[in-house]
């Protein structure tokens, strides 16, 4: 099933896509596979293993399946200093 979401990018990832958001739809099982597509799309080298997850404000897991209207956003580790 086809779900419209607008996806969130930030720090590196906003750096990598060229942008801070996107509207897409997706037929992505879960929040792993939505990455994935994103990944290939933007050609982006960060394994999902370092990044968080979260949906509509809330941190998320990437088994969660995408719901549509939701706003996704992929958030990379952030240096302090």
């Known amino acids: 099933m086809m779900a419209r ?28 596979a939505l990455y994935a597509e994103v990944a290939v799309r933007h050609g982006l080298r960060w394994p999902r293993e370092h990044l968080r997850v979260a949906v509509d404000g809330a941190f998320a897991r990437w088994n969660d399946a995408p719901r549509e ?13």
């Open 5 to 32: 979401l607008r996806l969130l990018y930030f720090a590196g990832l906003r750096e990598a896509t060229g942008v801070d958001g996107e509207s897409v739809d997706s037929a992505a099982p879960d929040l792993a």
């Open 69 to 81: 209207g939701s706003e996704v956003a992929f958030i990379p580790p952030v240096s302090g200093g």
